[in-house]
Nanobody, 123 residues
Framework: QGQLVASGGGSVQAGGSLRLSCAVF????????MAWFRQAAGKQREAVAT????????YAADSAEGRFTISRDNANKMKYLQLNSLKPEDTAMYFC????????????????WGQGTQVTVSS
């Protein structure tokens, strides 16, 4: 079992940017799909973006594509989520997650989770 440690959240005004980071320990990083999910208050956890072992990206949240960028650094076992042009509706707890090999946007397919980092966007 691995450990995922997310950081980089904060409070910004609409239009601002944040870069979320996730350090991964105890997993063969290059063999895992990496993903970011988010959960707003009172809502279900939803996929934001995934990146495959080969670096192919998928943006699951309609509002994410074009504003968010997911990336991974296999050498340093890190993954990132660059959040640009943030909107109040992006306010949520953001979680990093990992699953072996193939990617999915189904939260139930992931068993490795970080603790979450809060993103708050004010208007």
């Amino acid at each position: 079992q691995g450990q995922l440690v997310a950081s980089g959240g904060g409070s910004v005004q609409a239009g601002g940017s944040l870069r979320l980071s996730c350090a991964v320990f105890g997993l063969t990083f290059s063999h895992y799909c990496m993903a970011w999910f988010r959960q707003a208050a009172g809502k279900q956890r939803e996929a934001v973006a995934t990146v495959t072992v080969d670096g192919d990206t998928t943006y699951a949240a309609d509002s994410a594509e074009g504003r968010f960028t997911i990336s991974r650094d296999n050498a340093n076992k890190m993954k990132y989520l660059q959040l640009n042009s943030l909107k109040p509706e992006d306010t949520a707890m953001y979680f990093c997650a990992a699953k072996p090999l193939t990617c999915s946007t189904d939260r139930n397919a992931f068993y490795e989770w970080g603790q979450g980092t809060q993103v708050t966007v004010s208007s």
